[in-house]
């Protein structure tokens, strides 16, 4: 079945620090890749998403490419703010098998100090 | 516009008690999810609906769990002789079409089973 493993929390970091945060799936299909953010005391927003191998997302500063050699779709951002603390949460879809749904990684509490 | 929108925000229930959550999605919207996040997990896929019909229910976890959307619009997902392993928030999302689209999600309902 499908899976999505991203990086355990919570990361801490200092403001203007250069962030990854790791994501590798496993898919049956050919899946579009997302990263969705839950800032606190808000609903899920999708941040970036990209649909084939290669294609690279991107939104506020944050940037993923979906690799299909190392089935990976790392979050990267050159220079954090305070207000990027959040939790960050990496997700496929597989339109050639498996469920409708999205699958979701655990999530990653990410927490920027001024 | 408006977005998804859940209620109640909050339900608080007993153990073996019956549940109704409903869901608003965005206007038009005709793809509907809903999913279950657990603490420290991130959201599970349950059930998508496609228009009336539930396209994929392959993530209902047992049959005390049923979803229905009658008019293709608002949905309703009802949980029969509750455990206190239902509780989690409860999350609604929406896309214009299909499974391909962006998914919009709600607020969620946070269930707590005594």
């Known amino acids: 079945g499908n899976s999505v493993t991203q990086m355990e929390g919570p990361v801490t970091l200092s403001e203007e620090a250069f962030l990854t945060i790791n994501c590798t799936y496993t898919?049956?299909?050919?899946?579009?890749l997302f990263w969705y953010v839950q800032y606190p005391g808000e609903g899920l927003q999708l941040l970036l998403k990209a649909t084939k191998a290669d294609d690279k997302g991107s939104n506020k500063g944050f940037e993923a490419t979906y690799r299909k050699e190392t089935t990976s779709f790392h979050l990267e951002k050159g220079s954090v703010q305070v207000s990027d603390s959040a939790v960050y949460f990496c997700?496929?879809?597989?339109?050639?098998?498996?469920?409708?749904?999205?699958?979701f990684g655990k999530g990653t509490h990410l927490i920027i100090q001024p | 516009g408006a977005g998804v929108s859940q209620t109640p925000s909050n339900k608080v229930t007993e153990k073996g008690k019956y549940v109704e959550l409903r869901c608003d999605p965005i206007s038009g919207h005709t793809a509907l999810y809903w999913y279950r996040q657990s603490l420290g997990q991130g959201p599970e896929f349950l059930i998508y609906f496609q228009g009336t019909g539930a396209a994929d229910d392959s993530g209902l976890p047992n049959d005390r769990f049923f979803a229905v959307r009658p008019e293709g619009s608002v949905s309703t997902l009802k949980i029969q002789r509750t455990e206190r392993g239902d509780s989690a928030v409860y999350l609604c999302a929406s896309s214009p079409t299909s499974i391909r689209d962006t998914q919009y999600f709600g607020p969620g309902t946070r269930l707590t089973v005594l």
């Open positions: 997700a496929l879809s597989d339109q050639g098998g498996g469920a409708d749904g999205l699958t």
């Open positions: 898919a049956t299909g050919y899946p579009s």
